[in-house]
C-alpha cells in the first residue's frame, strides 16, 4: 500500500521559516517526480515545486522561487521543501503527491498525501 505522510506544518510569524517532510513508502519512487502543492481555502491547489527522484532535478513555482527548498534523502525515502521568508500568502494545506508523468496538474499525479497546514501570521 503506498502511503505519502507529510509532517512539518504549524504556525510561524511572516518571515519565519518551516521545514515539511513527506515520508514515502509502499513501492519504489525511482522513476516519480515527487512534487508539493498547496491550497489555500476557497482556492484550487496549485503546484509549488518539484524533484525527480532518480536524477534529482528541480523546478518551482514562481511565486516560491527563491524562498522554498525541495529536496530528497534517499536513505530515508523522504522528500523535504524547506520554506523560508513565509509569507501570510503562503498559508495553505501543503501536499506531497508522486506521479510518473511530469505535468503541474493536480489530476495527473498518482499519488497524493493528507496534507499538512501551514498558517504564517502577519
Known amino acids: 500500500q503506498v502511503q505519502l505522510v507529510e509532517s512539518g506544518g504549524g504556525l510561524v510569524q511572516a518571515g519565519g521559516s518551516l521545514r515539511l517532510s513527506c515520508a514515502a513508502s509502499?513501492?519504489?519512487?525511482?522513476?516519480?517526480?515527487m512534487d508539493w502543492f498547496r491550497q489555500a481555502p476557497g482556492k484550487e491547489r496549485e503546484f509549488v515545486a518539484r524533484i525527480i527522484w532518480s536524477g534529482g532535478g528541480t523546478y518551482y513555482a514562481d511565486s516560491v522561487k527563491g524562498r522554498f527548498t525541495i529536496s530528497r534523502d534517499n536513505a530515508k525515502n523522504t522528500v523535504y521543501l524547506q520554506m523560508n521568508s513565509l509569507k501570510p500568502e503562503d498559508t495553505a494545506v501543503y501536499y506531497c503527491a508522486a506521479g510518473v508523468i511530469i505535468s503541474t496538474r493536480p489530476g495527473d499525479r498518482n499519488y497524493w498525501g493528507k496534507g499538512t497546514l501551514v498558517t504564517v501570521s502577519s
Open positions: 509502499g513501492r519504489t519512487f525511482s522513476n516519480y517526480a
